[in-house]
């Protein structure tokens, strides 16, 4: 049985998100979990005629939705207005996060744990951290999910250089989840970033750090990214079970986790920059993950991006962190 | 790699639809038109790294940007049904809606493919067609209404009460209509499992009704959006299959014009009626022939004959509204 949870199923990622992981074949039971309207989402999906089982569960429902849970995928919380930032979310988000990590430990203490809500820089940690007060925290198993970052740059690349395919392209990004932390390594990919002036190498980094707000200002109030977010929660949750379920290798994907994960590899990176989390490219196994990939030799261009990121990161970490430890 | 328009594209269904297209390789150009909200949905969409280009197209004004050079235009646009409302008390707002849009595929792409979802299908199907016969472009190889979710749903709702049946691989026929008793599922010609009588009875009463089930569910929410956009998406992915990549042998059940249609005259000639729901082969030109309806058991028979009589009834509400609309059509 591969019982997957979604936090947040009613809402404006959730909804479409569990659309796109009812029509995997890996998933037996899809648990949809909000504070309010999830039976009738789950209503919906359920006939679907595809493989999965699905329940609704409102909030009293908590503890039965993620019994036996083997992943949780949490969008749960608000999204940004226009003139927020993702860390103007914490405020609300932060308290949602703790109470659904709470509620991990309690169910299910050895699932897979896929945040998306923001913000996630320091929404992680929070995790993290509840996990680890009750014993049962895996470095392996909890991802922020950033691929929304990666699919951005590859459409965003493709779209000025018309060589590029945005479906077969995938852009390593590195650092965190939100503006200045989002560090897309376009260095790595051949023939890019020769062609592009330094003003069009700018304007190419700063839409893939600011995307998300691109969204929220066209939305004009009306909220932030959710059919784009959806697609790619359900692209890294999607990898994650070929690799976990299936046992699928050499997966790899761009996310943000707890360094230990893979302390061989990061441990000098680690001590250097002073950052417990950091988003790299992650190579998926059976158990989650296998493999951190250290950071490639990066272009001097991009080591001012990674020399902005790092203090801004400590910051948001250390604010989920102290969220919970009160330290 | 064709055009393909949402009109509807920020409501419930229309987003999670939208999303579901752009992740097409058949789809190059894909144009979301609503009255409010279809910039936000686009620039959302647009992010995504597949290979379509997203463009939004907010109010009436737009339309004919939208709709230009269009292959196939999709129409979940419109209200949907609240707890004890039946798909034809939507009539009075949505047949208005249906028909603007017709006239302005009528005007800026009347050799596209035109995919009914807004409700009641049975009505506004008609609706659309008159609309395109008043402006001399129908082609009755080219309207469908969108009946997927009636055969989503019969697989899915066999599998619940027999396992062994594969829900996914398994397609099943489902004739007549759109709505409660004009939805007919012919589960007599399931031969993987067998049936109890008081379990066809069950099967469909719950297929018929189904949509009144998520209704219910939802409480006021809403209407099924996430399960018609993943129906509404197979069906339109199958249509592109057969039109655009030349896939032959593709059979979807779908509301169709009868006449006009290549091997619709025996289902014309049984039920008397103008339009109805039966499988279709897919082709080039949208219809590429028409199924005969398959061996009925005694019983389907009987839930046919009460889906002709109902039918009736949504087919002529559905003309006269074009017909003795505003713009009075002269009288030959």
């Not at chain 1, 003139?83 to 991990?104: C, H, P, W, Y």
């Not at chain 1, 897309?184 to 023939?191: E, N």
């Not at chain 2, 646009?77 to 008390?89: L, Q």
């Amino acid at each position: 049985m591969v019982k997957v949870v979604v936090c947040g199923a009613a809402g404006g990622i959730g909804q479409p998100l569990s659309l796109l992981l009812k029509q995997s074949d890996l998933i037996t039971d899809l648990a949809l979990f909000d504070v309010v309207n999830a039976p009738g989402v789950a209503a919906d999906l359920s006939h679907i005629n595809t493989k999965s089982r699905v329940t609704g569960h409102g909030k009293d429902d908590m503890d039965a939705a993620l019994k036996g849970a083997h992943t949780v995928v949490i969008p749960a919380g608000v999204p940004r207005k226009p003139g927020m930032t993702r860390d103007d979310l914490f405020k609300i988000n932060a308290g949602i996060i703790r109470d659904l990590a709470e509620g991990v430990a309690k169910n299910c203490p050895g699932a897979y744990v896929l945040v998306i809500s923001n913000p996630v820089n320091s929404t992680v940690p929070i995790v993290a951290e509840v996990l680890k007060k009750h014993g049962v925290f895996n470095p392996k198993k909890v991802f922020g999910i950033s691929t929304l970052d990666v699919v951005r740059s590859s459409r965003f690349v493709s779209e000025v250089n018309s060589t590029v395919d945005p479906k077969a392209t995938r852009v390593t990004v590195v650092g965190g989840h939100s503006g200045v932390t989002i560090v897309p390594l376009l260095s790595q990919i051949p023939g890019v970033v020769d062609g592009l002036s330094k003003e069009q190498l700018d304007a190419l980094v700063y839409r893939i750090q600011y995307g998300g707000d691109e969204v929220v200002k066209a939305k004009d109030g009306a909220g932030s990214a959710t059919l784009s977010m959806a697609y790619a929660g359900a692209r890294f949750t999607l990898t994650l079970l070929e690799a976990v379920v299936a046992g699928k290798t050499g997966l790899v994907e761009s996310s943000y986790v707890n360094l230990d994960a893979d302390v061989e590899s990061t441990a000098a990176f680690k001590a250097k920059h002073g950052v417990d989390y950091f988003a790299l490219d992650v190579e998926f196994g059976k158990d989650g993950v296998k493999h951190i990939l250290p950071l490639p030799n990066v272009s001097a261009y991009e080591q001012t991006l990674l020399d902005a990121a790092y203090p801004e990161l400590k910051t948001n970490i250390a604010k989920g962190v102290s969220f919970i430890t009160g330290a | 790699m064709v055009k393909v328009v949402v009109c509807g594209a920020a409501g419930g269904i229309g987003q999670p639809l939208s999303l579901l297209l752009k992740q097409s390789d058949l789809i190059s150009h894909l144009a979301l038109y609503d009255i409010v909200n279809a910039a936000g949905v686009a620039a959302d969409l647009s992010h995504i790294n597949t290979a379509s280009k997203v463009t939004g197209h907010v109010g009436k004004d737009s339309l004919a940007d939208a709709l230009q050079g269009a292959h196939t235009v999709v129409i979940p646009a419109g209200v949907p049904r609240k707890p004890g409302m039946t798909r034809d008390d939507l009539f009075k707002v949505n047949a208005g809606i249906v028909r603007d849009l017709a006239q302005a595929c009528a005007q800026y792409c009347p050799r596209a493919f035109i995919l009914v979802i807004s409700n009641p299908v049975n009505s506004t199907v008609p609706i659309v067609c008159e609309v395109f016969k008043k402006a001399g472009v129908f082609d009755a190889r080219k309207v469908f209404g969108v009946t997927t979710l009636d055969v989503v749903r019969s697989s899915t709702f066999v599998n619940h009460i027999k396992p062994q049946f594969e829900p996914h691989a398994n397609r099943i026929t489902v004739v007549g209509g759109h709505s409660g008793a004009t939805i007919v599922p012919v589960l007599s010609q399931i031969k993987q499992v067998s049936f109890t009588p008081e379990e066809i009875k069950a099967l469909t009463h719950r297929i018929q009704f189904g949509g009144d089930e998520v209704v219910k569910a939802k409480d006021g929410a809403g209407s099924a959006t996430l399960s018609m956009a993943y129906a509404g998406a197979r069906f339109t992915t199958s249509l592109l299959e057969a039109s655009v990549r030349g896939k032959r042998g593709l059979v979807e059940s779908t509301y169709i014009h009868l006449n006009g249609n290549p091997g619709a005259e025996w289902n014309a000639r049984t039920t008397g009626l103008e339009y109805f729901a039966q499988d279709v082969e897919l082709g080039p030109e949208g219809v590429a022939n028409v199924l005969a309806l398959p061996d009925l058991s005694a019983e389907e028979q009987g839930l046919v004959k009460i889906a002709v009589g109902e039918l009736k009834g949504n087919i002529t509400k559905g003309i006269d509204f074009v017909v003795q609309g505003a713009i009075p059509v002269a009288k030959l």
